[in-house]
């Protein structure tokens, strides 16, 4: 089992940045995926960002060029830098981890909120 802890949510102005972060802890290894996830009130749920253990990175078409992923490895975390934010992004964003092939498995955080207003 996993814990998942996002931090970073809140308030920003149109045209800001934020990065949120998430850090994995637990009877947990070889993470292969590590993603963010969103969801808008009344809206379905929705791949924001993800990224491989060897750093192949997948966005989703609304995002791309504003939203960078990363991870530490070696901390079990992943991060996402938010920029150019748009009221559009508001959204509780969860991150999740899975493993890949035979060792699959699924895990979430409880998420974030994160405001874009002005």
């Known amino acids: 089992q996993a814990q998942l802890v996002e931090s970073g949510g809140g308030l920003v102005q149109p045209g800001g940045s934020l990065r949120l972060s998430c850090a994995a802890s637990?009877?947990?290894?070889?993470?292969?995926?590590m993603g963010w996830s969103r969801q808008a009130t009344g809206k379905h749920l929705e791949l924001v960002a993800g990224?491989?253990?060897?750093?192949?990175?997948n966005y989703a078409d609304s995002v791309k060029g504003r939203f960078t992923i990363s991870r530490d490895n070696a901390k079990n975390s992943v991060d996402l830098q938010m920029g150019s934010l748009k009221p559009e992004d508001t959204a509780l964003y969860y991150c999740?981890?899975?493993?890949?092939?035979?060792?699959?498995?699924?895990?979430w955080g409880k998420g974030t909120l994160v405001t874009v207003s002005a």
């Open positions: 637990g009877n947990i290894s070889n993470i292969y995926y």
């Open positions: 999740h981890i899975g493993g890949g092939g035979m060792n699959s498995y699924s895990y």
């Open positions: 990224i491989t253990s060897d750093g192949s990175t």
